[in-house]
């Protein structure tokens, strides 16, 4: 056995109060464990030491102060539990309010924040105002990627240079995904893009999906997706830009600060004799020098993404429908689905009227179950 299991046992064990097997358990156990034993000893002593003692006597008013003693206690309690009662009930009420209040908030917040972000403004204007391809649009294109971009204007300098990041996601459908492919590779050339990488697959029903990333000089992003946007029927188009041209003259004016301290180091480097110095100065060193490539290779990545701009492409084949298919066309499950969704909405707005009610008579329904509970109380 244990020895905590041992230790809850040795009362019943004093007393012979286990059967033979958890006996001879605990006895065997005292004989191997000088720690229980000892514990044993010294209950077993307190139990001899309690049986002598000669038994007390009690007042002889004792029954009657205990009886007072317990009546005021009873009322303490009374008057504690009710004292307890209100503190919930004006927890519950407090916290009524400020989950009003914090709804009240919380939807405003969503009514806000519904309306959609700038950026798929932009993919929209994109969409209605480039359908027509090549260099003629793309002037509109422009002014509608940097909309957003031309409104976070930090306060840097206008002889800064900006730097912007754009990037674009495009699915197509077109008939024939192959010749989808070649234009891409013809539309890279001509604006001295290239492709990074492409990958393709068919589905079971027979639909092929060709996916590109595509590069194309930042100056050039816009004149491509128009030309790109002719193609085929565009299923979905998103359109981000960043400008990051704050971070970027950050980074390089941390680079220029280290720069001047790895020089410092450096001459510290030159003068310095003995080995502890030496050891000191070279660990700092490698730390700047590190921090230096990395703030470089941050500088050389936004280079990148500034320089070339990233066009992910999907091109999706048409797939004829069935006779079947026809009947059964999108329209059909739209309707089915809307009508769906129509009978969930009358539903939910059922259910949020019920919890509301509920919500506004809970405070009256808490009051007039404390009053009755206080007038139970008390009349007792």
């Known amino acids: 056995m244990e020895c905590y299991a041992v230790r809850r046992l040795l009362n019943l064990y004093i007393d012979e109060e286990l059967d033979r097997k958890s006996m001879d358990d ?33 007042p002889d008013n004792f029954g009657e102060m205990l009886h007072i003693k317990l009546i005021e206690e009873k009322k303490n309690n009374r008057r ?9 009930a004006a927890a519950v009420i407090a916290s009524i309010f400020v989950l009003s209040f914090g709804f009240d908030f919380l939807m405003n917040n969503i009514k806000l924040s519904s309306q959609p972000p700038l950026s798929v403004k932009s993919a929209a204007n994109y969409s209605s105002e480039a359908s027509t391809g090549g260099k003629e649009a793309a ?20 002889g800064y240079e900006r730097k912007i ?54 100056d050039d992003f816009e004149y491509a997706i128009s030309n790109i946007k002719s193609l085929g029927h565009v299923k979905m188009i998103r359109i981000n830009s960043s400008d990051i041209t704050e971070q970027y003259y950050d980074v390089q004016a941390r680079i220029k600060n280290l720069e001047i301290q790895e020089e410092s180091l450096q001459n510290l480097m030159k003068k310095a004799s003995n080995i502890s110095d030496i050891l000191q100065i070279e660990d700092k060193l490698n730390d700047v020098q590190t921090q230096i490539d990395s703030y470089k290779s ?48 009358v539903f939910f707005e059922f259910i949020k009227y019920v919890i509301v009610m509920i919500i506004y008579l809970l405070p009256f329904a808490i009051l007039i179950y404390l009053a009755y509970k206080g007038y139970r109380l008390f009349k007792k």
Not at 41 to 50: D, F, P, Q, S, V
Not at 139 to 158: A, F, M, W
Not at 212 to 218: G, M, N, Q
Not at 302 to 318: A, Q, R
Request: one cysteine or more; glycine letters at 4%; a neutral charge.
């Open 26 to 58: 605990v006895r065997t156990h005292l004989d191997s464990c000088e720690e229980c034993k000892l514990e044993y000893n010294e209950l077993l002593y307190t139990k001899r030491l309690l049986e002598n003692m000669p038994p007390l006597e009690l």
């Open 298 to 345: 941050q500088i050389k990545l936004w280079d990148s993404m500034t320089n070339m701009s990233t066009i992910n492409l999907t091109f999706l084949s048409v797939v004829p429908q069935s006779a079947i298919g026809k009947i059964f066309d999108g329209s059909f499950f739209k309707d089915v689905l809307n009508a769906g969704a129509k009978s969930f909405n």
């Open 80 to 88: 504690k539990l009710i004292k307890r009662m209100f503190a919930i």
């Open 165 to 218: 990041t754009k990037d674009a996601a495009i699915s197509i459908e077109m008939n024939s995904v192959d010749e989808g492919y070649n234009k891409i590779l013809n539309i890279s050339k001509q604006y001295n893009g290239y492709i990074e990488s492409t990958s393709e697959n068919t589905s079971e029903s027979g639909q092929k999906t060709v996916n590109i990333v595509l590069k194309i000089p930042a």
């Open 139 to 158: 002037p509109n294109l422009k002014n509608s990627v940097y909309s957003s971009s031309n409104q976070t204007n930090r306060g840097l300098d206008s």
